[in-house]
């Protein structure tokens, strides 16, 4: 199998009649489970809703922070390999690592220095690092600590989701993947034992259904409402302006209020703060109050934000759900209505950080038929 390029019904393309794998969604997860299908060898058909893969949803306005650091356990070991990924330009087809290598500073309660000691010594164990501990000092990589500590990581920093994206699906297709974009799936049928994919520009006969729609899974297709609920939730972020006096910063988290924050240029810098509006579709309008809040907040790590200019307030959602206790692949992935149709867990805003390692973890586990609800 074969393809020029992201042609959909506008390019005269329809998908393929069948395939043994078809991808729902190319934003960054779907892409990474393309890449490694097609990898592997099998025939792989990618469907894009959006006009350009990556260019909407979460994908299309994620911050793409990475660290090695996960309190989650589930989710430690895919951050890990993630950076691993995002270091090593002999993964990607650019030649080049797509990681900004900015540093990244996790905050913390100072009851947790144990264990963010220890996560860090299992970090410079498997990546060769220099991540360490703060636990005196009142700033640590140009932010403020505000009373916490923090697990710092220099080699860390920051991706560009759409180049990211961009670059497994041209690898995808250099293994033999179609991506077909401007696509929609009206529906996944069972006939035979097998997934049937209907969309608007033609129907395909799948041997399995890998569907990483982000937060659409909340409202999703007929044939694909996952067994473990996905629900959306807005995220909203503003980039402020960054003056020639302040001084360089690393990303940051902070574990004890969901603060983020990370330089996106030498005179810009993206502010985050969780918005706990659930059910908000992609394409609400951005909230002003929660943007005001959200650098007021952060000014308490970053002074500077007291008179910063906002350039721009941009508001998506993320899908937000939990594993699958019972299955396989560490809750990756969970079963739908259709057999050898499956959903791919809500990552809660950390989507991009894991997908090199889940992206390969799925694809292994569609592959050998072990996807959880699977016989």
């Not at 403020?144 to 560009?160: D, K, M, S, T």
């Not at 007929?222 to 473990?228: E, F, I, M, N, Q």
């Amino acid at each position: 199998m074969s393809d020029a390029g992201p042609a959909g019904p506008a390019g005269g393309a329809g998908p393929p009649a069948t395939a043994d794998v078809v991808v729902v969604g190319a934003g960054i997860t779907g892409a990474a489970v393309a890449h490694h299908l097609a990898r592997r060898g099998a025939s792989v058909v990618v469907l894009e809703q959006a006009p350009r893969p990556g260019a909407a949803g979460a994908t299309g306005f994620s911050g793409g922070m990475v660290r090695a650091y996960d309190p989650d356990p589930a989710i430690a070991p895919l951050a890990l390999a993630g950076l691993a990924a995002y270091r090593d330009p002999g993964r990607w087809a650019s030649g080049r690592a797509p990681l900004r290598t900015v540093g990244a500073v996790t905050a913390a309660d100072p009851g947790e220095e144990a264990a963010l000691r220890a996560a860090a010594g299992r970090i410079n164990a498997a990546l060769g690092t220099s991540a360490h501990v703060v636990a005196g000092p009142a700033e640590a990589a140009g932010v403020r600590l505000a009373g916490g500590i923090a697990l710092v990581e220099p080699q860390a920093g920051w991706v560009a989701p759409a180049e990211v994206t961009a670059d497994w699906l041209a690898q995808a297709r250099a293994d033999g993947a179609a991506v077909r974009c401007g696509v929609r799936v009206r529906a996944v049928e069972a006939r035979g034992g097998r997934p049937v994919v209907v969309t608007d520009a033609g129907t395909v006969l799948a041997g399995a259904v890998v569907a990483a729609v982000g937060p659409w899974a909340a409202d999703p297709v007929p044939g694909l409402r996952p067994a473990v609920p996905v629900r959306s939730r807005s995220i909203q972020v503003s980039i402020v302006g960054r003056g020639p006096s302040v001084p360089d910063h690393a990303t940051f988290v902070d574990l004890r209020t969901g603060l983020y924050a990370k330089p996106v240029g030498a005179d810009r810098t993206l502010v985050g703060m969780p918005h706990l509006v659930w059910g908000s579709p992609v394409g609400a309008p951005p909230d002003p109050d929660h943007a005001r809040a959200t650098v007021a907040a952060l000014a308490a790590h970053f002074p500077w934000l007291a008179t910063a200019p906002c350039l721009d307030t941009i508001r998506a959602a993320d899908a937000y759900g939990a594993p699958d206790p019972d299955g396989p692949a560490s809750g990756l992935l969970t079963e739908t209505a259709v057999p050898r149709a499956w959903a791919v867990r809500g990552w809660n805003g950390g989507g991009v950080k894991t997908a090199p390692e889940a992206g390969r973890r799925i694809a292994e586990a569609v592959l050998a038929g072990s996807c959880p609800g699977s016989a």
